[in-house]
């Protein structure tokens, strides 16, 4: 019991010191995320735009979802794709990986980071929210769904703007500009 209190404490310092330092020296400002949920799995690759105005070490947490219909998270994936690196968690935990990025000369970082997560249930969701950490919206955001051409989603928690079907699957986008999520993506969905 102490074991498990003493690491929830600090991964909430973790967080707090984390917005804390992403409110100074980083700035999120755009993504392009492609899900797909596959079997019973959702997957998620996301490629995630950063300014840093510093050249020192930062630290960041990575969310997921938790929900008694989401299982774990698995084969977590971070590249920097300015640096050409490959970044190690630091941490791993079922709400979130704790990273450490290096800031470099040109004050862009591109880091690409993918996951895979167990679904209990037909339901998947990605996190959206956690935008509001940052103090602004993001400049540019686009998104999309693949799924087989036999499922269905019964619910969106935020509508497609479009859709196509082609002979295999179905693929849903979402593009937005000066976005700020006042919820997160959850889809729900039949076999």
Known sequence: MYTMLSKRIVFIALVFTIESLSAQN????????????????????????LQYSGQEMST???????????????????????????????YNKKSGTVFIIQGNSTG????????????????????LTSTITWG????KAD????IPKDYTIVNFSIPPDESIINDKEKVY????????????????FVK
Do not use: C, H
Not at 34 to 49: A, C, P
Not at 108 to 127: F, T
Not at 173 to 188: A, G, Q, T
């Open 26 to 49: 980083l700035s999120f400002y755009k993504e392009n995320i492609t899900m797909k949920i596959e079997g019973d799995y959702f997957y998620v690759t996301g490629l995630y735009y």
């Open 60 to 90: 960041l947490v990575y969310p997921y979802p938790i929900d008694a219909q989401y299982g774990e998270v698995d084969s977590v994936k971070i590249y920097d794709l300015s640096s050409n690196e490959y970044i190690e968690p630091v």
């Open 108 to 127: 862009g970082i591109i880091l690409q980071i993918s996951y895979r997560q167990k679904l209990l249930a037909n339901k998947a969701e990605y996190i």
């Open 136 to 139: 602004k919206p993001l400049d």
């Open 143 to 146: 998104y999309q769904l693949i």
């Open 173 to 188: 986008y979402w593009s937005k500009e000066y976005y700020m999520p006042d919820r997160n993506m959850v889809f729900e």
